[in-house]
C-alpha cells in the first residue's frame, strides 16, 4: 500500500533550522507531485509549497516564500523541507503528500491523494 512517512520533527529555538523528510513507498514516486502542509492546533490545514514530479518546478505560500525550501530526490523516493528562521508561528504538525499531476503542481489541500501521518515540529522562543 500507499505509505509516506515523515520525520525529521523536533522542539528548536526560535531562528534556527530544521529539515524534514518524507519516505514514500507503495507508488512510483518520480510522476507524483509533492506537497508540504502543516496545521496548528484550532487551525485549519495550510499549505507550505509543492513540487512537481520532476523538481524542477516549486511553488510556495507566501508565509513560507524565502524561508523554506522543498526539494526531492527521486532516487531515493524522498521530499524534503529545508526550514530556516524558525519563528514560534511555526510550530504545527508538518505533513507531506502527493498528487498525480502531468506538469508543475498545486497549492491547494484539496487536491493531493496521499497523505502522511505528519512529524510535529516546536518553536519556543
Known amino acids: 500500500q500507499v505509505q509516506l512517512e515523515e520525520s525529521g520533527g523536533d522542539s528548536v529555538q526560535e531562528g534556527g533550522s530544521l529539515r524534514l523528510s518524507c519516505k514514500v513507498s507503495g507508488l512510483q514516486f518520480d510522476v507524483y507531485a509533492m506537497g508540504w502542509f502543516r496545521q496548528a492546533p484550532n487551525k485549519e490545514r495550510a499549505v507550505i509549497g509543492c513540487?512537481?514530479?520532476?523538481?524542477?518546478?516549486?511553488d510556495y505560500a507566501d508565509s513560507t516564500k524565502g524561508r523554506f525550501v522543498i526539494s526531492r530526490d527521486n532516487a531515493k523516493n524522498t521530499l524534503y523541507l529545508q526550514m530556516n528562521s524558525l519563528k514560534p508561528d511555526d510550530t504545527a504538525m508538518y505533513y507531506c503528500?502527493?498528487?498525480?499531476?502531468?506538469?508543475?503542481?498545486?497549492?491547494?489541500?484539496?487536491?493531493?491523494?496521499?497523505w502522511g501521518q505528519g512529524t510535529q515540529v516546536t518553536v519556543s522562543s
Open positions: 513540487i512537481s514530479f520532476s523538481g524542477k518546478f516549486t
Open positions: 503528500a502527493a498528487q498525480r499531476v502531468g506538469a508543475g503542481c498545486f497549492l491547494r489541500v484539496s487536491d493531493y491523494s496521499y
